[in-house]
């Protein structure tokens, strides 16, 4: 009785995926979350994460989940992140194990007096599916068997020697972890969804830019000097351009070249990229090379234990996950000797066949999680109730800068950042895809730049230093870059960037510097046709920057001017353009 049983129930679970199983569930506004504008975040219940629910992506729209505002459909559904954010009106998307919508009429749905419903039709996993199948194959297999006759299951299901045992066993083991892979399900690599905003990476910016790319005369290109002190909001209003900032932190030329052999087929003509780039991108600052003269079994042991790295490379790596790097251009890279310390771990974070092996800690952290989880949702009498929309927990003093920074940029998204619980700075991710920090207290960042334990030298210690050798992998890799912008016909301003002036030690050191990227850099950039620009940054100082090379808001006051009228003769309609 109970074979049949369990046949019939793996027979409903097969038949369940030609039309689902309706779910339907209201929200709890205490578990609604705001995120910024008009963007709010909802956690779909656990269902959602063990059943097969199509979400959102870039290619089409899958998801069957249906917002209901007080009885009332909501829409339009499954649309940009960023629109929700800044157009709201009932627009959601269904986004992983999230819901990101926004309320009719533009109210707070934590407070409110609507009720929000979700209806979606679910459907068995894969891994249900496939032990759905095993159990009605191997019920019709029995049924067919003829009775007494002795088969080859049969002896593999009670072996007798140990060949047999091994493989039972490790047959076992094999299904369990690959249940229990399911799962968790860590090696999806998540869908992209297309945000222009600053608080999302370079994945998402691009992949937005990808789709509005017409929107836009002007790209801006670099790592985190360029994240940090190039801004739209600020270059836009000077030069009357409609820019995007694309530039992330730890982007080195690594990650840069995939990402500019993925937006080339989608820069509109008469489109300007701006990159900027700094001596420190021909240096990658270690000299460990993994997976290079490795051997190939060295390496497979290496990605299942999750030694990536070596020691104190492990913790930061020199190419990070910043955007993926497909491995045909991987394996470029090996061939061309770039530094590839941190290569193996961001392919492999990448791969939907790999990324559970990078994924170790987080699995192991969220298995803890869920076991000292409470069977029962309590309230914690020790949390106050949050306070209504618009009132900020801020001192006086620090609410004054908030409210300045919010009306200056009404759509950035702005974080605190504090030091033991004293607020010493406010990020503002700007709608343009830049990070715009704001100094609370400017005596804190002068205390941590003189920490750095960069002390001045004399002259004389100054001129006896020698500017190494540039890294020959970065140097090709660098002319490659530059060969895709000019086989693709892309107008391509080089912009040149540096430290803050304390990193140098000496003023004569800084000058070797420059003429480093006078005599060796700039040459390669006129060779490929390109212009080569740069600023007077001896104007600014110190006090400039937030730490060793970003620019803090004194900063950027500065620097903004500076770069738009090098820029000027480039992108003014009104003059003749220069080397283009």
């Not at 297999?141 to 039972?168: E, K, N, Y």
Request: aromatic fraction near 10%.
């Amino acid at each position: 009785m109970i074979k049949y049983t369990i046949t019939i129930v793996a027979g409903l679970v097969l038949l369940a995926n030609l039309a689902g199983i309706p779910f339907e569930f209201k929200a709890n506004p205490s578990e609604i979350q705001k995120i910024s504008g008009e963007l709010y975040k909802l956690k779909l219940p656990v269902i959602f994460r063990i059943a097969d629910v199509s979400t959102d992506n870039l290619d089409e729209i899958r998801s069957t989940l249906i917002l209901r505002e007080s009885g009332i459909a909501l829409g339009p559904a499954h649309v940009l992140h960023d629109d929700i954010r800044r157009l709201g009106g009932g627009r959601y998307s269904h986004w992983g194990k999230s819901l990101l919508f926004s309320s009719s009429d533009h109210s707070d749905p934590r407070f409110n007096t609507h009720d929000y419903a979700i209806t979606a039709r679910l459907f068995p996993p894969i891994w249900l599916n496939g032990l759905a199948m095993v159990v009605v194959c191997w019920s019709l297999f029995r049924g067919l068997r003829p009775t007494g006759s002795a088969h080859w299951v049969t002896r593999m299901c009670r072996p007798t020697t140990l060949r047999g045992t091994v493989l039972l066993y490790s047959g076992i083991f094999a299904a369990a972890t690959g249940m229990a892979l399911t799962l968790h399900r860590p090696w999806q690599v998540p869908a992209v969804q297309p945000v222009a905003g600053g608080d999302r990476g370079v994945i998402e910016r691009a992949a937005f830019y990808r789709q509005a790319s017409g929107r836009y005369d002007l790209v801006f290109l670099g790592d985190s000097r360029t994240y940090c002190g190039i801004h739209p909001e600020l270059i836009d209003p000077i030069l009357g351009t409609h820019s995007i900032n694309l530039a992330q932190f730890s982007n080195w030329f690594p990650t840069q070249y995939p990402l500019v052999r993925d937006l080339i087929p989608h820069i509109k003509p008469g489109t300007i990229v701006v990159w900027s780039i700094g001596h420190q991108n021909f240096y990658s600052g270690t000299s460990t090379q993994l997976f290079y003269n490795m051997p190939l079994l060295t390496t497979l042991k290496r990605l299942v234990l999750g030694k990536l790295t070596d020691g104190a490379d492990r913790k930061s790596p020199f190419i990070q996950r910043v955007y993926p790097i497909p491995p045909l251009i991987a394996l470029q890279y090996l061939f061309w000797n770039v530094p590839t310390n941190g290569l193996g771990d961001n392919v492999a974070f990448f791969s939907p066949l790999l990324r559970a092996f990078t994924k170790r800690d987080e699995t192991r952290d969220d298995i803890y999680r869920w076991l000292n989880r409470d069977l029962v949702a309590l309230p914690s009498p020790e949390s106050p109730p949050e306070s209504p929309p618009g009132s900020l927990p801020l001192p006086t003093q620090d609410r004054d800068a908030w409210v300045a920074l919010t009306g200056r940029f009404p759509e950035a998204s702005i974080v605190e950042n504090r030091d033991q619980g004293h607020l010493v700075s406010l990020t503002a991710f700007l709608a343009g895809g830049g990070y715009y920090r704001v100094e609370i207290d400017p005596a804190f960042f002068r205390r941590k730049q003189a920490e750095m334990g960069l002390q001045p030298i004399d002259d004389a210690q100054a001129l006896s230093q020698i500017i190494p050798e540039p890294d020959a992998g970065l140097l090709r890799l660098f002319d490659t870059i530059l060969a895709t912008f000019q086989d693709a016909g892309i107008p391509l301003i080089v912009n040149e960037l540096e430290e803050a002036p304390f990193v140098y030690r000496n003023p004569i050191v800084r000058d070797k510097w420059r003429a480093f990227m006078r005599e060796r850099i700039e040459p390669r950039v006129r060779a490929a046709g390109f212009p080569y620009v740069r600023t007077d940054l001896s104007t600014l100082k110190d006090d400039d920057y937030f730490d060793w090379d970003h620019l803090n808001q004194k900063g950027m006051e500065k620097y903004t001017p500076m770069i738009a009228e090098s820029l000027r003769p480039f992108v003014d309609k009104n003059e003749p353009r220069h080397a283009f």
